[in-house]
């Protein structure tokens, strides 16, 4: 069989040496050329020896002009405003493209420019699609940049679209997000707040109602509902390497009864591999989904029935970055969905 | 000098050793007895290494008749239910108590039937004082039985007390209260969700709107306040050993400026030793109170001015038990509050 | 195509939930019983939610007779001792096993005894075969009873033999071992040394030369060197989930150069899929097994030439247990040996 | 009471925030000035919130000329070779200093100078103190410079001292020295190796027979017991953020007892505060020392009788930094040598 040539650009941080794990083991790709500006000529395995005798490339420069003929596909996993001029060089190149950075995540470009910066492609990111396929699934397979959601976004856009959709948010109201994510979320660089003993045995909320994620939940929210929700949105750091749970509190527009919440989620989301909805009353945990591609909701009504909850669980280098880019990758390429990633959580 | 005399009646779990680590050290009072039914006649320093060459003493049996003489104030440390009756034989025999359970926190006997089971000293519970000192320090010296408060009511009910006397928040309104504990929290015994690989690198909410902890907190917030609020109370398990961080999301009754946040807070605590209010816009972090009895709070106004956001942190096991039972027991022995409290978060 | 139907005994441990991670996406078998005593009746995803919408099996009880027909192939994740009727039974009953326990895996009965307690099937565990594949991969397939090998033996074992086989140990010198092992080594049973508590932010020696599987070594060291060693064994508890470490130290019977230790070691495994041995001067590390079946293999000589060091690490619950019970199992049905196997660590 | 004087150069490192811990509760000592050229005028609580409240300075430079005047004691923890000459124009100004660098430990300039580089005050080198006060403690009061001993030379020279000292190790032979340390001993500074994913769930061997705390052990040891010994230092990086265990295995010179072992090392150390040696048979952990001065030490003989095994435990920033260099700080200010040292171990 032939295998579909792919790359990655910017492949020295923990989304890129994820993406390696997922992509070394895809039965229908070939990983062909990885980048690192920091790295040119190191072999990852030097890097990175989970990957020793699985991946045996060395990294290369990003020069688009000399690798865009390498690969078909290109993941670029570089830092916001990093990626903007890469990926118009890869498109110009008639490549496609699956990009992890924010540049082409949102719809409306003064927004982008209202919480990152100028965006020197404009008409690009009108082009771009929004990669959360069980929400989008159609337009992917026809464009040629696919925006890999962000990892908070995508725990709370998954559980909360279905039930803003149907009404259920109380109007003027806001949907607190109390989100917790392990620390491979900030990446690789070198950080004083990213230091083991900074982070270990510690526990603390930071940007609290300032996230750039916020903005994009809200836009994408709207897409995908026709409702744009008033998010308050509060990260925290968790002394865990992999994660997010996000603990959603929704007001509610009229009362419900869980049986009716359960249904409209599972009439959402039935079909769907990725999405494992839990039994009523359950709760999702971390561990559950550890490595996969899962995002596990679960959802309880408390006793005086004005606010509904919802928590849901994912990888956030999974689900939140390198598998679903791969889950984007193989509607853009026409292959299964989930190949390549039919993985279960590692447990314990 | 002469020392007071005290005791533990259930030694052998975390609160445990945490008020044998503090009362080793503390200079007016003198350690005398410690019970465990299940280690009768084992050396504390056995169980406990930490505590070889300190804490010299054997665990005794807690028969009441048999030790109430050998101290004049004790610290139960008992499950719930069982602490009911110990309490009541330890006061029948003229002792002072600090009781760590639930069983003399409430004041309303109906709401702790309701959450625990029958109360077999009505006429105890209601003279006994619920012990923070911050909020009823005034009633303590004078009372017989403290209840010590719950860990994770502590969190909440310092920050959120002089918010509602203030009548900022919006009546008939929920407050979020989404709060992370450290492992401790659960105790010593023996259960599958305290094992060590089902914590680590796992993160998970528990009993989601229906903990226990959640009636302690709108009753004492109410005799502080004298308004009853309606909390929405969801706790989650942390991996780590200790700490409380709880994030509080109020929705205002009016439009208020962070500066006056500020100011209302600090009029309330100013001069608390054991509460530390950060300054504007910064947030608290377990590891900044690991080890001590400090309350660090802070407080946000996010942009569109509906909510404010509160965030506390303390070592559950300090200020959320053991410190904070010290602390009443200073009071009741007319030392000063901090006595053998002056500990310094262990950093990292 | 036909797949092999395989069942596992004792499926509620550590080693039963990561057999199942493996099985269920084994594309050549198909996992149909999974037994546990204590957990009868209960759905598998239940117990273990990351299997959710994976494996869709309940526990059942683990009475032979029943169950001995709905499968080919067993996998036995008894307790030691408990173990050595259930295979017997198996083997009557016309199957073939891989059994995890201790209970096959001594070649001399009478040392098996000595460490453990009488052995009732001494014929069977004349027949058995010590399943490492790497040493002894040709009895493997036509053996009833595979004695899958104990994690830290695996870790020991594999870097030492050809060591030893080359006459590099100077006779009569003690080799220490001082190995490391993550918690889940422990199982998941209920003791206070398993405690989240107890085990987080601590480290410490157990067993300090009397543990049971430094006999397991040195019989099968001499089984595969001809040379019996003289071996320290310290095991120690890391605060990890998974993974062993073991750092060993070698007095040499003569000098020799750190070529010829890395050829010596070439040579007796460059063609095995699961022994990676690092480049000249390089070290292993936990995370770059983790969730693999891969055994890292480094060595250094330090400056006097007197010792030589070899370091290993392991995934304890994959090349220490179920990924080494699955390339066992691969063996003896004629499949590829990696089937199943072939995953990568998951870092971070 | 009239407090002396202290100053801390280097303060913004691990060991100066443990420093600072120490110091902000010691009665008889204030500390007046704490410096970091990164961090000049930075509030210290600003960058370490554990101390608001407590330590109520800002980071001033380290200008020996400007801060000599402003205390009696100095305490130096800059990297080494940064200390040489800050020492020095300290010594100069009639200051006394407490170095936590290796600048001032090495009795053997030409050692220094192999290990580490040219040393610029070989005069002070020469008169400089080895702060170990279990084994020096009579030199250490007359001296102008303690050189505090590394980490794990403090966790090795106390229980290999006395064993040294009465000739039970083989001559000729090598000293296994397996040591694992928690990630607070590679300090503050950036480096991908400290980052929290790098280190969480992993644990590895670094320096193995190459670390230059290696012949600090081995001139130490010399010095204490006119043996030069063998050692092979092999140090693990553990996930935690303190502790050292070193497991010590020592050939024996000639068959002894376990009591005998028990007998030297209890005349060793018996009326030592900060050492605590365990019953026999009793293995030593981090817990039991985490956030306290003290050093437990094992001793377990091995049925072979060949080998005596030695294990100890300290908290790598109290014993194996800035509670010893508070330790001999009260022997060079005539105070109680466990003055300010007092604590506990904080556990769990």
Redesign the interface.
Do not use: W
């Given at each position: 069989m032939n295998r579909t040539k792919v790359a990655i650009i910017g492949a020295s941080g923990?989304t890129g040496?994820e993406l390696m794990?997922i992509l070394?083991?895809h039965p229908q790709v070939e990983l062909k050329v990885v980048t690192s500006r920091q790295h040119v000529g190191m072999p990852v395995a030097e890097l990175?020896?989970?990957?020793?005798?699985?991946v045996k490339l060395a990294f290369v420069d990003h020069q688009v002009e000399v690798i865009a003929d390498q690969a078909e596909l290109f993941f670029t996993a570089l830092p916001h405003q990093t990626a903007l001029d890469v990926v118009a060089a890869l498109c110009a190149a008639g490549k496609r493209v699956v990009d992890l950075s924010a540049d082409y995540r949102f719809s409306a470009r003064s927004l982008y420019e209202q919480w990152y910066q100028t965006h020197t492609q404009p008409e690009l990111l009108a082009e771009a699609v929004y990669g959360l396929p069980e929400l989008f699934r159609r337009q992917i397979p026809e464009s040629r940049i696919i925006g890999n959601p962000g990892c908070y976004p995508t725990s709370v856009i998954l559980p909360l679209a279905p039930i803003l959709s149907r009404g259920l948010v109380a109007p003027g109201t806001?949907i607190?997000v109390?989100a917790?994510s392990g620390?491979?979320g900030a990446g690789?660089s070198?950080?004083?707040g990213?230091?083991?003993?900074?982070?270990?045995?510690?526990?603390?909320?930071?940007k609290?109602?300032?996230h750039r994620h916020q903005p994009e939940m809200e836009e994408q929210l709207e897409r995908a509902s026709g409702i744009r929700p008033?998010i308050?949105f509060?990260p925290?750091l968790?002394?865990?390497?992999?994660?997010i749970?996000a603990?959603i509190?929704v007001?509610l527009a009229r009362p419900v009864t869980v049986a009716e919440v359960g249904e409209i989620l599972n009439q959402a989301y039935a079909g769907e591999t990725f999405i494992?909805l839990?039994e009523t009353g359950?709760?999702?945990?971390?561990?559950?989904?550890?490595?996969?591609n899962?995002c596990?909701i679960g959802y309880?009504l408390?006793?005086?029935g004005?606010?509904l909850?919802l928590?849901s669980?994912i990888d956030n280098l999974v689900k939140g970055a390198a598998g679903q880019a791969v889950q984007n990758m193989n509607l853009l390429l026409g292959l299964p969905e989930d190949s390549g990633l039919?993985?279960?959580?590692?447990?314990?």
């Open positions: 923990y040496v794990r070394a083991l990175f020896p989970s990957l020793r005798g699985i806001t607190v109390d917790k620390t491979s690789r070198l950080s004083p990213s230091l083991y003993c900074e982070v270990n045995e510690n526990f603390k909320p930071y609290a109602g300032t008033e308050l509060v925290h968790l002394p865990v390497n992999r994660g749970l603990s509190y007001p494992r839990l359950a709760l999702p945990s971390l561990a559950a989904v550890r490595g996969s899962y596990d309880v408390p006793g005086n004005k606010q909850m928590f669980a039919r993985t279960v959580a590692l447990v314990p």
